[in-house]
């Protein structure tokens, strides 16, 4: 089992959407997910439809007072589990803050996890802050996974998700926490800028970035006010096509061969 973080400490860049989408996927190859969604807003939440649930976000479990067992939720997709957010989790941040464990504190929750290898891989969908949830999910992922807009200050962003992974690793809560992927969305083929900023990406971190690039898509906006994944929403559209080579490229990267033969949408 892999813990993965999706982070970004930007907003807009698509990271709610990877998560959810990325993990849809890969549950579409018969591998099972844990998708935690750590972000107070509920962003990931929603995209299944559960954004009217209280009181089965990691709250409890992250301040010792219930078991994280308790919290893992099916989804409509097989093999596809989510462990929902609320505004609680807002309040969880101040509490952990005043811990001496304020960085592990996580980590100590989803060790009962690693322990029995319930899923295949846990993607924590992180909010768009430098916060104790955020530094909380770098220190107890084994990997990043970062999306980055293809905007003109990409590598900007990256440059500071590089400062706080070190951060991380520094504090002792994790060394071994690295960048293992980069995914760039977002991306207009009818615009130079996008190439542009790709080729810049992959010149300075070439062997991080996907070659599988996320194309900007009204369907991939569209999707979540239906309580959907856009695989469910617009299957063969150009943003179910995108994720579904992002999973297969995914997996090659983690040695991880799909568990049921994929076919065409």
Do not use: W
Not at 21 to 41: F, K, S, W
């Amino acid at each position: 089992m892999k813990i993965i973080a999706i982070a970004n400490q930007k907003g807009g860049v698509g990271k709610t959407t990877t998560a959810v989408n990325l993990g849809c996927a890969l549950a579409e190859r018969g591998h099972r997910i844990l998708l935690v969604d750590l972000d107070p807003q509920g962003n990931a939440t929603s995209s299944f439809g559960l954004q009217e649930l209280e009181g089965e976000s990691l709250y409890e479990p992250l301040l010792g007072e219930a078991s994280i067992v308790e919290k893992v939720l099916p989804t409509r997709l097989q093999g596809m589990f989510i462990i929902p957010a609320d505004l609680d989790l807002a309040g969880a941040e101040i509490e952990i803050a005043r811990g001496p464990d304020h960085l592990t504190r996580l980590a100590k929750t989803l060790q009962p996890f690693r322990e029995d290898n319930t899923f295949d891989f846990i993607l924590l969908d992180c909010p768009p802050s430098l916060g104790i949830l955020m530094t909380n999910a770098l220190a107890a992922a084994d990997e990043l996974l970062t999306p980055i807009q293809c905007e003109f200050f990409a590598l900007e962003g990256l440059v500071k998700i590089v400062r706080v992974v070190q951060q991380v690793r520094d504090s002792g809560a994790n060394d071994h926490i690295e960048i293992a992927g980069i995914v760039m969305t977002m991306f207009d083929s009818r615009t130079k800028l996008s190439g542009q900023v790709v080729a810049e990406v992959r010149e300075h971190f070439a062997e991080r970035l996907y070659e599988t690039v996320i194309p900007r898509s009204v369907r991939l906006s569209e999707a979540p006010s239906f309580g959907q994944s856009v695989l469910e929403y617009d299957p063969s559209g150009v943003g179910a096509r995108a994720y579904r080579a992002l999973a297969d490229e995914f997996l090659r990267r983690h040695n991880a061969a799909p568990a049921v033969a994929a076919t065409a949408p």
